[in-house]
């Protein structure tokens, strides 16, 4: 795979203050929601339109109206995918509720039966996301439009990075039918990307990530546990199978439509 070219990096000055805009809305967000989330579920004013209002304005307030809702529509289709297949399967889930600058998640009712169905539940979303920015990327070529190439990349990037090996993204999900040691390369990986770029996002990751594979390999003797994770080597291939070419495409997509910006 070909690398893209390193844009210049913005002014230290212009940088630092959109980190600390974004970090102050996230700790404005997280204190509300602490206080008044759960009363908010209950009453079910939190809904899908409800969070995807509010996420519409906080991706406005960075990028613009248009881009923000191209950015959150290709956050749904996502989500769609991993609420369609879930129901196929006979998991229950709930529709997305989106969270700004957090992205959106979909609540299952009930866990997954077998690691087979979290694993294809997990690579579901990236597979439909991967399809919508696609058809941003063919539009784009067909028209020239830089407005959808933008979303191509945005839509390339946010399934991308999903896919890393760690709970509790889509990446670690699609990985548990393999091995959880996958799981400690993914976590070692994101610590490096962390320490030589950091961000507000991949803390959280990485110790969510960290609770959840230690639960995990805790109680991987139980019984429950190795019947969960029981799987035949052709679901293990199909897993591995997916899991790659999602990864190869969506990196060399994004590639593609990769644009040098020069400040």
């Keep these: 795979m070909q690398q893209a070219p390193t844009p210049s990096p913005p002014q230290e000055p212009a940088a630092r203050s959109f980190v600390q805009r974004v970090l102050g809305v996230l700790a404005a967000i997280g204190a509300f929601l602490a206080k008044f989330g759960a009363v908010l579920l209950k009453l079910k004013v939190f809904t899908v339109a409800g969070s995807m209002v509010v996420s519409l304005a906080a991706y406005a307030w960075l990028w613009g109206w248009s881009f923000g809702l191209g950015f959150v529509l290709l956050l749904f289709v996502h989500e769609c995918g991993h609420a369609i297949t879930l129901r196929a399967m006979g998991v229950r889930a709930s529709a997305p509720v989106f969270i700004p600058f957090l992205g959106a998640f979909i609540r299952m009712k009930e866990s997954p039966r077998t690691a087979w169905q979290e694993s294809v539940s997990g690579l579901a979303g990236p597979a439909f996301g991967a399809a919508a920015a696609g058809l941003c990327w063919w ?87 190795r019947a969960y994770y029981a799987l035949s080597p052709g679901q293990r291939g199909s897993v591995a199978a997916a899991y790659l070419s999602l990864v190869g495409f969506l990196a060399l997509a994004q590639h593609a439509v990769y644009v040098p910006r020069h400040f």
């Design 139 to 225: 539009y784009a070529a067909s028209t020239g439009s830089e407005f959808a190439r933008g979303l191509a990349f945005a839509g390339f990037f946010l399934n991308l990075f999903n896919l890393i090996p760690v709970l509790p993204l889509d990446g670690g999900r699609a990985v548990a039918a393999l091995s959880p040691v996958i799981w400690l390369v993914g976590l070692g990986a994101l610590l490096v990307v962390e320490v030589l770029r950091p961000t507000p996002i991949v803390p959280i990751v990485l110790v969510l990530g960290g609770i959840e594979a230690w639960r995990r390999w805790r109680g991987r003797a139980t019984a429950a546990s």
